[in-house]
C-alpha cells in the first residue's frame, strides 16, 4: 500500500509540463549566436546557419583545360604540372564530347565533362595546337566559352588558344599575346584585340594570355603568383625543378606586328 503510495506522488512531482513535453517531442537545433551591432550601437545575437558548413571546408574551385583534336600536349600539362597542387582548385579537363582526346604528339587524355553537362569552372584555359585552325570556325567551342567566360574568375591561354579566345569576342578591347611563330593568323583572328608582339605572357583583367607552348608554364606560374604570392611561385617551380622565367614582357621569341623576329638568335 505505502509502496503504491510513493509511486503515485513521484509520478505527480515529476511529470513533465505541457510545454517541457513538447520539448522533449522536438528538441531545440543547435545553433551558434553571433554578436552583431544594432543601429543603437548594442549588440545582438543573430543565429548562424550551419547547414553546409562541412562541405564548404572542403569543396574546391574546378580550374578546367579546354580539350580538343590536335591540341599541343606541353600547352596543357605544363600548366598542369604548375597546378595540380593548388589547394583550393581541382584541375579537370573538358573537351566537346567528353572522352578521350588525341594531341599532335598522339597522346590521349581523357575529358570528364563535356560541353553539354560542364558546370561553371572558375578557372577556364585553352591550350594551342594545330588543332585551333579547326576550333576558330568550330560554333559548339566558341558558344562554350562565352558561355563560361561569364562565370570565370579567370579566363586563359596558351600559344594559339588566344586566338581561338579572339575568334569568340573574348579579348576584344584586351591585351594579349600568342604564339609568335603564328603570329599573322593568331592575330588576325580580331583586329580589335590588343595585340602585344613582345611578352613571354599578358594580364588584362581576368584575361591571362601567353605565348608559345613553353610560355604557357611560365604563365602558370604567373597565376599561381596573383592567387597565392610570389613565395608560392617560387616553391612550386622549384618543385619541378623549372627555371621560371618569372618577367612578362621578356620574350626572347619577340616579334613586330608583321610578325617578323626582333631579336637575334643565339648561335646554336
Not at 509511486?7 to 522533449?24: E, H, V
Not at 543603437?40 to 574546391?60: E, F, H, Y
Not at 588558344?161 to 591585351?175: F, M, N, Q, T
Not at 580580331?190 to 604563365?219: E, F, L, N
Request: charged share 20%.
Amino acid at each position: 500500500m505505502f509502496v503504491q503510495l510513493a509511486l503515485a506522488l513521484a509520478a505527480t512531482l515529476f511529470a513533465p509540463s505541457p510545454a517541457r513535453a513538447a520539448a522533449m517531442q522536438n528538441p531545440p537545433v543547435l545553433s551558434i549566436s553571433a554578436a552583431s551591432a544594432n543601429q543603437d550601437g548594442q549588440n545582438s545575437s543573430q543565429p548562424v546557419n550551419l547547414a553546409g558548413l562541412g562541405t564548404a571546408r572542403t569543396a574546391k574551385k574546378k580550374l578546367a583545360i579546354v580539350l580538343f583534336p590536335d591540341f599541343e600536349t606541353l600547352d596543357v600539362f605544363g600548366p598542369v604540372e604548375m597546378w595540380g597542387r593548388l589547394p583550393d582548385y581541382e584541375v579537370v579537363m573538358v573537351s566537346e564530347h567528353g572522352g578521350l582526346v588525341r594531341s599532335s604528339q598522339g597522346v590521349e587524355t581523357k575529358a570528364t565533362y563535356s560541353f553539354a553537362d560542364a558546370p561553371q569552372f572558375d578557372i577556364l584555359m585553352i591550350p594551342g595546337g594545330g588543332g585551333t585552325r579547326r576550333e576558330v570556325n568550330n560554333p559548339a567551342m566558341l558558344d562554350f566559352l562565352r558561355r563560361q567566360d561569364r562565370g570565370t574568375e579567370y579566363t586563359t591561354s596558351v600559344c594559339t588558344g588566344a586566338a581561338v579566345l579572339a575568334k569568340a569576342g573574348l579579348l576584344a578591347g584586351h591585351k594579349a599575346t600568342t604564339n609568335k611563330r603564328a603570329w599573322t593568323w593568331a592575330t588576325s583572328q580580331d583586329g580589335k584585340v590588343d595585340w602585344q608582339p613582345s611578352a613571354r605572357w599578358v594580364v588584362d583583367g581576368k584575361y591571362v594570355t601567353s605565348s608559345g607552348v613553353s610560355a604557357g608554364t611560365d604563365m602558370a606560374l604567373g597565376l599561381v603568383e596573383r592567387l597565392y604570392g610570389r613565395e608560392r611561385a617560387i616553391q612550386t617551380a622549384q618543385g619541378a625543378e623549372y627555371i621560371w622565367n618569372d618577367v612578362a614582357t621578356d620574350d626572347p621569341f619577340a616579334v613586330d606586328m608583321a610578325g617578323h623576329p626582333v631579336r637575334q638568335k643565339a648561335n646554336p
